[in-house]
């Protein structure tokens, strides 16, 4: 990996960077990457878990990454329509006070677009920038001179990123895949992305730039097997330059995100390459549709979640009305990939629009823990909130058929603060139930933490349900 500094003078320097300091490794070090490495290794146990934000910044990109221990890699920044604004709000309302890693993929405009707002930022009013990525090939552009300016006033390490190096981020393993040397295609910056797979565990995240066909053809020739990814974030926001037919076989992934414009000029993602996720049974997700969308991995599994219940049938997806990018609002899980939807497709976006086998058909229809839903979470109460708990409070209900007996299940938030259903508490098909965070006498209808201060964090927390077993049910998050 080479270190560079003064618009791109070039200090070799081989190895990994590591978080504290972002200090090259001696050779040696490295974790190989590639088809000659020989035996893989044996996956470990995954510890904690790991965020992947894809932003919505329209036509354009933005994926935020939070490691177990806090860690923060930021790849690309949005559009230079809006200096990155959309992207800094995200950073700020999700408090997040410094950027361990920030990453270009390549250096247009619509991918760097924030990269000066957001260096001035952290540098100036926040904790700082630990180090800035990029694949080296410039610009012409006044938004390619104004990052660089930045990156030079405010001295952050730059590094000339290829293939083979790797990124240090604490459990998670994140490889660079590319861009090649030398550089393909004359230097074509698309076809020369970073390319990054991050893997937590079982499960791994395909990040590919603006790759295109002939860059897709060099990674498949040289990673095969090794492409394969729980999630795939769809080249060139969709166009059918990208994910082509041999290279979707080689990662396989169980989703794909696109970010671009609903009403993208490039028309993306085009008709084309959605038939090709279609072929493939692939869901898909799209900012325009589907907003801000978070994904959670636990090391075994992959939590999706969203902020617009939308269609995931590729050949559906323009059906949903559009989410204008900057919008707030809390995600909520849709499904799981290695693991059971929180409703069994039951209308609130975990459907596809494939064709389910019988056995999910049964087991959603019998399961009737499969129709409680969060129907309301009341954090900020009126007034004080430590002077009316009672009006802080979260609304559970049962959409199905059937009662649910709640005897023993457990609320909690992120900070384990823990409340317990009742024994012989019971909720009616179609009835609701209101958890209140202060004291009173329970009912059919209201419920009582017994709580002597506030739950439920304003800025954002996320409501966990256990059945008796201790079995996570349902994980509703807000903003």
Known sequence: MKRTGDAFKVLLIVGVVFLAGCI????GEQVPTGPDTGDQPTVEAANGT????????GQSVSTLVVGPEGETMLVDTGHYNDDGEYVLEYLQRHDITR???????????????GNAAIIDYYETEAEGIGAVYDPGIAAST??????LDAVEEHDVTLYETREGDTISFGAVDVDVLGPPEPYLENEARNENSIVLKLTHGETSFLLSGDAEDDQEEYLIDTYGAELQSTVLKAGHHGSSSSSSEPFLDAVAPQA???????????????????????????PTYWTATHGN???VSDGNGVSIRTQRDAPTDPLSIRDAEPIEPGTSGEVVERTRLGGDPVDGGSGDGTDDGGDDTDDENETASTDPAAALEVAT??????????????DEYVVFENTGDEPIDLSGWTVE??????????????????????LRTGSGTDTDTELYWGAGSPIWNNAGDTVILSNADGEHVLEVSYE
């Open 50 to 57: 790991v965020e992947v934000h894809y932003i919505n910044v």
């Open 256 to 282: 794909v995100v696109v970010s671009s414009a609903y009403d993208s000029r490039y028309g993306h993602p085009t008709e084309e390459v959605l038939r090709r996720f279609a072929d493939r049974s692939i």
């Open 413 to 434: 938030d992120e900070a384990a603060h823990s409340y317990e259903f009742p024994q012989g508490f019971t909720l009616d098909a179609g009835a609701s139930a209101t």
């Open 24 to 27: 090259a490794a001696v050779p």
């Open 377 to 390: 979470i009341n954090a900020d109460a009126e007034g004080d909130d430590q002077e009316n708990l009672n």
């Open 99 to 113: 950027i361990d890693h920030l990453v270009t993929s390549h250096n247009d405009a619509d991918h760097i677009g």
């Open 293 to 295: 969308i978070v994904l």
């Open 142 to 147: 006044q938004t390619y001179a104004e990052y």
